[in-house]
């Protein structure tokens, strides 16, 4: 086995610090050293987004990311999205329009669906849709999910 | 007394009949007498079969009554997905 | 005990509302666990090692290089899966399947396992195995495997349901055949007749969470699995059952489930995962790659039917026929069968005749995919039907609702029907706002029917009242798309009390009796009915609580609102007990207070949706885009209308994707050349519009609530609402699935099958 890796960096505003072997990926590092198993592997190419983080606020997919290029750098993954217990205005409306139903897509799409607000707080139907065809979802046909982001870029351009 | 209808792939099992007059009041026992009459039916049932009466399907029930002058029809066992 | 499953028209005080989920918190915030975001102390990687080959004898495995690997635990091939199942053929082809014996029957095929400490030595593990391949000539067509010469995928294999009775060997496993009168002689009567033919492809179901799961058996023979799956009692029986082990040792623990569709009612590599733990002596979780589950799942059948279908000119059928050929993989299945039920289940018809034909082919081992076979039957069947409208001149809608089946039609497939909903879907679709929707250059718009079965099966629940008063409702029905929501529903209408009060959990195999598969539309509809058995069961014993503090009859109690109350007149003086009062009681009355059901829930009745799109083919790409689109469909009841129209959305989704985009591409190797979702392209969020969706609710009378199962029809139609609207948009009529920019192409430039003008 190669030489372990030794990286530090910043989860959900967290310090931490792991050993990864070279081949592992962020996601790897996630679910399987950290115990953080929101981000999901639907694929492990890029393809489907399930494993969607930020990476010094960029969305990427931790699949493709190697666990030691994140040394030094800010990681934010679902389990970072609420704070204090209270949840993000995006975790709100998905509860509450139904946009989930298996569920395992949700992580990926929430963590997307900030990315998406954070830079653009009033996105039309169409921007939304875009911005999101990174995640795939096999079991809601992404109507309620289209309408869970509208209603919570709505509640956060109230409350800003 | 019921007359039983059989789906196609059960016919040759009866000597061709399309369908068969059988007493019983549960699906279990009309199942029980026609194996009794057409033992290779058996493997057939094995592999898994419903009943149809009155247009509603079972697929379990063995207990299932068949009230008097039910259209009762046999058909194979269906999985959903 | 014997339950009255019948109807009771009633109005509901919570049921039909829109609460939030129970689970919706743990998925939001990524707390809740799937399959793989379990682990064990001490547990191994478990890794499977797939034939590269379309068909080949296997000479040799040898092992021994692997197993001296250090830090590998276990090999397996199948000789550490002994034969138990006592010539039971389709128990062997189960665990043939999970591990192969002797042969290689498709690409991806398991042909042994490892157990080690990481992934790394695991993959190592793999490498160091020599497999021993002799290939042998494939056949991965379902029309190229039924000519004479093609390679034989199954030799004991002889075709069913021929006569006299096949002496060689076949890939045709069985031929069925239903329908009813003469249809020669209806054709005859016909003023127009149509006879074509379609292919469709084979598609996966596509569920985002791959297999996963962790297995640990122990030297006693006890196990535990966690798994995700759409049914773990299920899992449990065939599990036990292949290994050889007693059903009561094995606890088989659902996780929550990432999408199943049909394709997690079925073992794949659990029986390897616990193989692997009984050999390592240690916990084994297995998860599958994305590769994998293309490659070695359960997908559905690819197809080849023949349709003809005559008409008068005033526009009733006399005559409908079709020959359906499906291939089941490397294994004899009914799918084809199936197809050839479900066909022209949605028409009233004098004549009709539907072949089926079920095929081997060197693919993988088919399974259910959401309402399995109909679909592509419906392809072909709604296709031709629009064309025999179009030839007669009348509204494609019109034309199905002067042929629809209705109470007392003789179905397709034998029986005749009770009160059904085709009839109120076609004419809610005839009304809808959508019909009146403008169309442009390039667009059309096309619509179709679809049909299913919904089924009940065993089910088994606990209701059991803490002593504050709130609810554990224990269910054994996988929760696929927010049943535990309806369930709890159900059981605060029943109880009387708020719908926050109730906690639904799926329990484990060992906290309760068998409960079936979440398959057939059945989760709501049969853990509902037991739900309401169960509530009904603990009102009973409530009842006898309060009489028992009152020291007064327990036939002068009745209850109402969520509280017991005494009637006549001379317990006037008694004031009502709440539930939470009963309960602070229940240490000092009896004990603790529940309920409790098993039923066989049958009477489930089927099932009927029209969809309506619109769609803009681009004729210079044919690429086709989807506009608008309608579902309508019978729900009987909506517990949770949100759900029911989640399941709407999504199953229209699927076959929007199969319709236009979705298939297995195989080489001429006989390989699967697109296992990824890159190449195997599933709809995204920007390929689709809102979905609209119309709940119907005609009380099925076979359900206390008039509940029907809604999970698996809207599958059916969309194949056929798109040709019809793509062949509207572009005037070409499409007989190949999926409707691909090239195929679309082709056919413009080729004028295919033109069928008219748009």
Known sequence: ?160 | ?81 | MNHDQSFTNQEFKIVGTRPPRPDGVDKVTGRARYGADVSAPGQLVGLILRSPHAHAKIKKIDTSKAEKLPGVKAVITSADLPDLTKGDRSQLDILENCMARGRALYDGHAVAAVAAVDAETARKALKLIKVDYQVLPHVTDVDEAMKPGAPIVQPHVRTVGVNPAPTKASNVSQRTEFGHGDVEAGFKRADVIVERSYKTEQTHQGYIEPHACLASVGPDGQGELWVTTQGHFTFRNVCASLLGMDVAKLKVTSSEIGGGFGGKTHVWMEPVALALSRKANRPVKVVMTREEVFRATGPTCSTSIDVKIGATKDGRITAARAELRYQDGAFPSIWGMLGAMTSFACYDLENVKAIGYDVLVNRPKVAAYRAPSAPMAAFAVESTIDQVAVQIGMDPVDFRIKNAAKEGTRASYGPTYGPIGIGPTLLAAKNHPHMKAPLHKNQGRGMACGFWFNFGGQTCTDLNIGVDGTVSLTVGTVDVGGSRASLSLIAAEELGIPYEKVKCTVADTASLGHNDTTEGSRGTFSSGMATIYAARDAIRVLKERAAKQWEIDVADVTWRNGRAVALKAEHGNLSELTLEELAAASPRTGGPIAGHNEVVADGAGVSFATHICDVEVDPETGYTKVIRYTVIQDAGKAIHPDYVEGQFQGAAAQGIGWALNEEYVYGKDGRLQNPGFLDYRIPVCSDLPFIDTQILEIPNPGHPYGVRGVGETSIVPPLAAIANAVSNAAGVRLTHIPMSPPRILNAIKNGNGKSHAA
């Open chain 2, 1 to 81: 007394m019921i007359e039983v209808q059989l789906s196609a792939s059960l016919r040759e099992f009866a000597g061709g009949a399309a369908s068969v007059a059988v007493e019983a009041t549960t699906v279990r026992e009309l199942l029980r007498k026609l194996v009794e009459r057409y033992p290779r039916m058996q493997k057939r049932f094995d592999e898994g079969i419903a009943v149809s009466i009155n247009g509603e399907i079972f697929r379990d029930d063995r207990a299932q009554r068949i009230p008097e002058g039910a259209e009762v029809y046999l058909l194979p066992r269906i999985p959903g997905g």
């Open chain 1, 1 to 160: 086995m190669a030489q372990g890796i030794h990286v530090s960096m910043t989860i959900n505003g967290d310090s931490v610090e792991y050993v990864c072997q070279p081949r592992e990926t962020l996601l790897d590092v996630l679910r399987d050293r950290l115990g953080l198993t929101g981000a999901k592997e639907g694929c492990g190419t890029g393809d489907c987004g399930a494993c969607s983080v930020t990476l010094d606020g960029r969305l990427v997919c931790s699949c493709l990311v190697l666990g030691a290029e994140a040394e030094g750098k800010s990681v934010t993954t679902v389990e970072g999205l609420s704070t204090n217990g209270t949840l993000h205005p995006l975790q709100q409306k998905f509860i509450e329009h139904a946009a989930l139903q298996c569920g395992v897509c949700t992580p990926g799409f929430l963590v997307s669906a900030k990315a998406l607000l954070d830079r653009n707080p009033d996105p039309s139907e169409v921007e939304i849709r875009y911005a999101l065809a990174g995640n795939l979802c096999r079991c809601t046909g992404y109507d309620k999910i289209v309408r869970a982001v509208d209603a919570a870029a709505k509640e956060l351009r109230r409350k800003a």
